[in-house]
């Protein structure tokens, strides 16, 4: 699949992927905002319609306050009248016909005078209803009595007497003037009350129904009792309160504050079907506490908001994918069209083994004219890396061909310093003596040495050395100071400490580079295992007895290393070897060989290494068990020293006894 194919298909999957993700994210947030928005009104048109019943309930109060204020001002007014009929001697009929004639005219039920003890003596009714009312005790009632005892000046009572309908009459009494009685005046207040309470509160709630989308309009008092119920056409307005709608109307009254429910939350309800949110508001008494609550129930409806989101949405998203598939294939041509031609630059570059060609260096200038972007840094990238290349790819052939000189050379020198050291280790007509040794470089070449050879018949010298440098400059240092060596030795070998003086003195005088060499020497005695040995600053020898075991020749003589002090002065060492013990001289890259943890194979090693070499070993075994233990060591880390190791092991002459108690003795005769 082609890069233009995979961006079209990442395009149009961002799309597929953002359309549902969009429209569940718009679906949820019209969901909330649907249900915020009616519980929002819902719970201002509960709050409304609890407070105008608040009002409603509160009006019947308000209007028996101010009939009462007119009863009393009428009762006062009769009072008045009694009193000047009385004055000017008006019989009782008189007096009767004239209340009956008031209350007629200001459509008073029931006119009454009595005396002090609250005996009527006159009144507007006919005789036989008089007749019925003083049997009743009306006029003694408990609720007049404060005016008939003068604690009182004016009262308004309800209830004291009923009439045939079973309606209450209420009652507003004043004293006479005189303090001889008291005047009472019927008012029949059922009826207004009656018509406020039903009609105002039912037409409220319906208007309420009709003005908003709600199906149940509940009414309680304070004891949950339903005063009024208003419900949308097929609800059931006597069904029984569930336990959620009569918890939110106790918890409205007893927190005195609005509270809202959600029923039938589920998304499956909410999207599909409808929710039911109710909604309550508390209503409040003249004394400012809560007296009831008024609960409604509103239908949450999504499918008419789902449908309108869906069809707007949908084919809002249809119109942008049609819209970004137009937009995204020119932008991909043109991001993908010079990546393609790249490409094929790039291909051909590879075929004509990093060979440009003009045809190859426009098309590249092509790809990056005007052009500020990536793709436009990438084609001059290429094009400068194609330019330069050529130059590399020339230098780099010449670079290669002086390499692979140098490397020749190296091979060819590496070869002419493996051919100066002794490539046998067996002395003609010389069994008494086993001999062996090994140098591996760090580099092509290195700078450690070794050598060993007859003297005469008698005497063996052998020669182990490390320069203080390595690579080619120590591998000549090297060379010269084996052939020093070489020519001093066979020239003079009566000392070995005069043999390094003149090596010494020889290295001093043409060493511009300041370079020098740590040499162990000796000459070894093969008929009696007498070793006669000097040093220039070299590690310590290991001798092997036959007691068992490796020790450290840990006191000698010698010098400086060569090459340092023309002048130096090296003294000798003798070191006595029984038959079948050895010797073993090794440059510092054996101590020093580290593993990958920078640890060194250190002295101890070494000598834990050929503790464990048994006293009838070979040479040869001695070197490869040494070799074995340091290559375990090292474990494959890279060597930074030339290793270097020779050992010798002294059979002693024919029918010779072998003794347990070497010695290692100076010039003077010094034991070791």
């Not at 591996?440 to 063996?460: I, N, S």
């Amino acid at each position: 699949m082609t890069l233009r194919h995979r961006l079209f298909l990442l395009v149009m999957l961002i799309i597929a992927i953002g359309f549902p993700s969009a429209a569940g994210v718009f679906a949820y947030i019209s969901w909330q905002s649907v249900l915020e928005r009616t519980e929002r009104d819902g719970m201002l048109v509960a709050q409304l319609l609890a407070q105008s019943i608040s009002f409603i309930r509160q009006v019947p109060a308000a209007i028996e306050g101010i009939v009462g204020n007119d009863v009393q001002a009428q009762a006062d007014i009769v009072s008045n009248l009694i009193q000047i009929a009385r004055r000017g001697k008006a019989s009782t009929r008189e007096i009767n016909r004239a209340l009956r004639g008031i209350a007629a005219r200001n459509e008073i039920p029931e006119i009454w005078v009595t005396d002090t003890r609250g005996i009527p003596i006159f009144w507007s009714l006919d005789d036989i209803d008089a007749a019925i009312a003083v049997d009743s005790g009306l006029t003694r009632q408990p609720a007049f009595q404060m005016l008939l005892g003068g604690r009182e000046f004016n009262v308004f009572a309800e209830g004291q007497h009923r009439r045939r309908d079973g309606r209450p009459l209420y009652y507003g009494g004043v004293a006479l003037p005189d303090r001889s009685g008291m005047v009472l005046i019927a008012r029949l207040l059922d009826h207004d009350s009656q018509i406020i309470k039903s009609i105002g509160l039912k037409r409220m709630m319906e208007t309420v129904m009709a003005a908003a989308l709600i199906d149940t309009i509940w009414v309680f008092d304070e004891t949950l009792k339903p005063l009024a119920v208003t419900s949308a056409e097929g609800v059931d307005k006597a069904t029984a309160l569930t336990a959620a709608e009569r918890g939110i109307v106790e918890k409205v009254i007893k927190d005195s504050a609005p509270a809202s429910y959600l029923e039938n939350s589920g998304v499956h309800n909410v999207l599909f079907k409808h929710a039911l949110l109710y909604v309550a508001a508390p209503m409040f008494g003249t004394d400012g506490l809560p007296d009831g609550a008024a609960l409604m129930r509103l239908p949450v409806n999504m499918r008419t908001e789902l449908h309108a989101l869906l069809t707007i949405g949908g084919g809002l998203t249809v119109l942008l994918l049609l819209l970004g598939m137009a937009l995204a294939l020119p932008f991909l041509n043109r991001m993908v069209r010079p990546l393609a031609r790249l490409t094929v630059q790039t291909r051909r570059l590879v075929e004509r083994n990093f060979d440009a060609d003009q045809e190859m260096h426009a098309e590249l200038l092509k790809v990056s004219e005007n052009r500020n972007d990536e793709v436009g840094y990438l084609g001059g990238a290429l094009y400068s890396m194609v330019t330069t290349l050529k130059a590399y790819i020339v230098d780099l052939k010449t670079t290669t061909a002086a390499k692979e000189r140098i490397e020749g050379e190296l091979s060819a020198a590496r070869g002419i310093q493996m051919g100066m050291l002794p490539d046998s280790f067996v002395l003609p007509g010389h069994a008494e003596c086993d001999l062996h040794a090994v140098l591996e470089p760090a580099k092509a070449v290195g700078g450690d040495l070794f050598d060993f050879f007859l003297l005469d018949e008698h005497r063996l010298f052998f020669l182990i050395g490390d320069v203080s440098d390595k690579g080619v400059p120590a591998a000549l240092f090297m060379a010269v100071t084996k052939t020093l060596f070489t020519a001093e030795a066979r020239r003079d070998s009566a000392s070995v400490g005069r043999i390094m003086e003149r090596v010494n003195k020889a290295l001093c005088q043409n060493n511009p580079e300041g370079m020098f060499v740590t040499v162990f020497a000796g000459i070894l005695d093969l008929r009696t295992g007498e070793i006669t040995c000097s040093d220039g600053g070299h590690e310590l020898p290991f001798a092997l007895r036959c007691s068992g075991g490796a020790e450290a020749i840990e006191k000698k003589k010698g010098g400086l290393v060569l090459g340092f002090f023309a002048d130096s002065i090296y003294q000798e060492d003798v070191i006595r070897l029984l038959p079948g013990e050895g010797l073993v001289v090794y440059t510092d890259g054996v101590t020093e060989a580290m593993n990958i943890r920078h640890e060194m194979f250190t002295a101890t090693r070494l000598n834990d290494a050929l503790a464990a070499v048994c006293r009838e070993c070979s040479a040869h075994t001695i070197i490869d068990g040494v070799m074995n233990s340091v290559r375990s060591f090292v474990d494959g880390y890279p060597q930074s020293d030339d290793i270097t190791l020779l050992a010798l092991r002294w059979r002693g002459p024919a029918g010779a006894e072998v003794s347990s108690t070497p010695e290692v003795t100076g010039e003077t005769g010094a034991t070791a």
